[in-house]
């Protein structure tokens, strides 16, 4: 006689069953329309576009609530990306929630560096492009003072800018998964050893270092992901918040922005084999960058699981700076979904808010 | 009692899907360390990268015979079009390019507990 356990047991793999053949309809259904449908619309937070100089755009979110904070934020973006990943769509935008919260956003994005700007080195960026652009940001908001918020190496060349610029209007500095210590991160810099990897035959080669090259460079971390990626967009396509939000991700890595040759020249040379932004020998327009000469407000957001920026490439950011109010935050989550990940709404969305509400008055 | 009451072989089937990832990723970073792979790497890229120029500079040779533009001068054009466009835009001035922009008054505070004190004595914290 079948007890009741193994009943309810045959019962619940019954629908089991019944759950997956609905899918399996579902995925070929669904399946025709993924592969004929248009790239997922992003970034529609209302912007307007203050100042485009070449690789550099400068955009002004408008904003919604009654009143905002004094202070307001000028995000730098990783060269390597666009900036929409803070703002991917309705209810997955770090924009929009940092707008409905009363913060007055701004945000530097880039473009593909025409074949003019190969001579771009790290030492434009943070004399010109970031200054250039706080200054843009003060006449707009009629404040003195801004808050940067840099990404991965948007957040390497705002250490660097408010390293340099002790004295200048910087009020807070807050930077996400940004890499310090790059002797900690193994793989780049043994693909990257001046033994094997003749760096100044690729950069006089080829001018522009080609997006396939980055992108390649990120698989190869994790080479069996792309692959395991498309079996679980497979397994997910009769679930259509699944299927945007992957889409979404995958726009975002398709367009991968080439690199300036001699700003990549620089950040291979100097940051990645010297490990010299770590060692407090990097110098940038004749000067000297140190870490310790930063005295703003910092937080410093890093990701447990992060893959390309491990935790311990970033920690010396805190270590090193000689701000009195400094904080590091790990939270659970990789380098991209620790911003915009389905979780970072509940997790650092709300941290980031309380950190500039109190600072930004 | 029942014996498969926890098994789900869908959900068994994804969980090897992020073990096998996990497991392939772990072993060919493994790989990736070996001086000959990073020898093979750089080799494979020199040439790729040779070959990619030489190709580039024939086809470029190639259209200035014909005396034709090539996608890269008109990608380049398109840029710069772009460019100018954007440029012409910022000549309006801001409060025209933005009429509706609302300007909010910068007096919002904190929801809860107050403003960081001018010099805060907060030590490093990690979470």
């Known amino acids: 006689m079948a007890s009741p356990g193994a009943a309810a047991s045959e019962t619940s793999m019954a629908d089991r069953i019944s759950v997956e053949i609905d899918r399996a309809i579902q995925r070929n259904l669904k399946g025709f329309g993924y592969l004929g449908s248009p790239d997922p619309v992003v970034g529609q937070t209302p912007k307007t576009l203050l100042h485009r100089r070449g690789t550099l755009s400068l955009y002004h979110y408008k904003p919604i609530a009654d009143e905002v904070y004094r202070v307001p934020i000028l995000f730098v973006m990783a060269t390597t990306n666009k900036a929409f990943i803070f703002d991917l769509t309705p209810g997955q935008s770090l924009i929009e929630f940092l707008v409905k919260r009363g913060h007055d956003v701004y945000v530097m994005d880039w473009n593909a560096p025409t074949g003019e700007e190969r001579y771009l080195k790290i030492d434009n960026y943070v004399l010109d492009f970031i200054p250039d652009c706080v200054q843009r940001v003060q006449r707009h908001s009629g404040v003195d003072k801004v808050t940067i918020v840099g990404y991965c190496f948007g957040g390497v060349l705002s250490a660097i800018y408010a390293a340099l610029h002790p004295d200048g209007p910087l009020k807070n500095l807050v930077c996400f998964t940004t890499p310090i210590d790059f002797g900690k991160m193994k793989l780049f810099r043994q693909w990257t050893d001046a033994r094997h990897f003749d760096l100044d035959r690729l950069v006089d080669t080829v001018g522009i270092i080609p997006p396939e090259m980055i992108t390649s460079g990120f698989d190869m971390l994790r080479p069996a992901g792309r692959i395991a990626g498309q079996v679980r967009l497979w397994d997910n396509l009769w679930n259509d918040e699944y299927v945007a939000a992957f889409r979404r991700m995958e726009r975002w890595g398709k367009e991968t922005l080439p690199l300036a040759g001699e700003y990549f020249r620089q950040t291979i040379r100097e940051l990645m084999q010297k490990n010299a932004l770590n060692e407090g020998t990097l110098h940038i327009g004749g000067k000297p960058v140190e870490l310790k000469a930063i005295k703003v407000p910092l937080l410093h957001v890093l990701a447990q699981h992060d893959h390309i920026v491990p935790p311990e490439c970033g920690k010396p950011l805190v270590e090193q700076v000689g701000s009195r109010d400094k904080e590091e935050v790990i939270l659970p989550g990789g380098h991209v979904s620790l911003v915009a990940g389905a979780n970072a709404v509940k997790r650092m969305w709300p941290k980031l808010d309380r950190w500039l509400e109190r600072r930004s008055t | ?127």
């Open chain 2, 1 to 127: 009692m029942s014996s498969s009451q926890n098994l789900d072989p869908f959900e068994m089937w994804r969980q090897i899907v992020t073990k096998l990832e996990g497991g392939i990723n772990s072993m060919a970073n493994n790989g990736m360390n070996s001086e000959e792979f990073l020898r093979a790497l750089h080799q494979f890229s020199q040439v790729s990268t040779g070959m990619q120029q030489t190709f580039e500079k024939a086809l470029d040779a190639y259209f200035k015979a014909l005396r034709l533009p090539s996608q890269k001068d008109i990608a380049a054009l398109a840029e710069g079009l772009q460019r100018i466009e954007d440029k012409i835009d910022l000549l309006v001035p801001i409060e025209e390019r933005e009429p509706t922009e609302r300007r909010p008054a910068r007096t919002r505070q904190p929801s809860g507990e107050g403003t960081v004190a001018a010099e805060p004595t907060s030590p490093r914290s990690g979470s």
